[in-house]
């Protein structure tokens, strides 16, 4: 595994920039001993509270922990959330200058209530803005990227579905982007996967993917040798996920499988399956933010697509063994890897 430790060694400062939307987590423990006399729900005496990234912040919190440069481009409220937010970027050494405050919208906010190991309730706030025009995307965000894309070793697009992303950040990213072959890697909540344009790599789950493949038409499926709209064996997800990449015609396709790996597609190779690398599978929320986090930050390292898709999924290994969204530290990621 030297190969991968040299890979690991040249994360060191590397420029990533991540666009995307941003959430912060907060999170309640405490234990249960008695149900309420009001209604029949459990009484939680809270014993600890404390927040963290999610959303695109936590792909950019994964980069951080490696040791990378990163810069954060997203939009939050004029809130106290939004306010926790900036502090808990500066904590862990993530460039803010890319974030803009909207007086419009909620900082999208979730708490999550745990009692004895076992998350009770979630509790979310957001309120985005999803009509008008987008006075702070179009007068910060866009300006921001067309000065500063082309200071970046590589970029990923989080997309959470919650309205940053649309086709006119998307042809921007392009525009500075694709002339300076910088690698641009997706993680997509769009259902039409051709809408994220000519990138380098998307790296969409399961479910993500068979949605992607219900968007094309019965003729086209035949025409790419796409044989069904499901995942569920090997033969399915070798024929389906070829011909997703060809019908995209973009440069690579990860598919994420949860407990099961993943499956690199690219073009003129066969294939690559990548069984999981998890002792125990605790929590898969936010093992796609680590590895479109650590696929990225290989392919800046100078890894290829194989290489950085094997190490991702050693991160992924270590992550789903937690529990929420937690970053993969550096030291955690050599040592698993020095083991096998």
Partial sequence: MSKYNNIIRRFKDKRLLVIGDLVLDQYIKGSVSRISPEAPVPIVLQEESFYTLGGAANVA????????????????????????????????????????????????????????????????????????????????????????????????????????????????????????????????????LREYGQVSCITPNKKEAEAALKTISQEARKAFGIRSTNLDSKEEIEANGTGLLNYLGIGSLLITLGEHGMYLFEHNKKPFPIPTMARQVFDVSGAGDTVISVFALCLAAGADKSQAAQIANYAAGIVIGKMGAVAVELDELKQTIGTV
């Fill in 61 to 192: 919190n994964n980069l951080s922990s490696l040791g990378a440069d990163v810069t954060l481009v997203g939009k939050i409220g004029d809130d106290i959330e939004g306010g926790i937010l900036k502090r808990e970027l500066h904590k862990r050494r993530i460039h803010t200058h890319g974030l803009f405050v909207d007086s419009n919208i909620d900082t999208i906010f979730k708490t999550r209530i745990i009692a004895q190991h076992q998350q009770i309730v979630r509790l979310d706030r957001e309120k985005p803005n999803r009509t008008g025009l987008d006075l702070v995307k179009e007068g910060k965000v866009l300006p921001f990227l067309r000065r500063h894309i082309k200071d970046f070793q590589a970029v990923i697009i989080s997309d959470y579905g919650k309205g940053l992303i649309d086709t006119r950040l998307l042809a921007q990213v392009h525009e500075a982007a694709l002339p300076c072959q910088l690698p641009v890697v997706v993680d997509p909540k769009l259902e039409d």
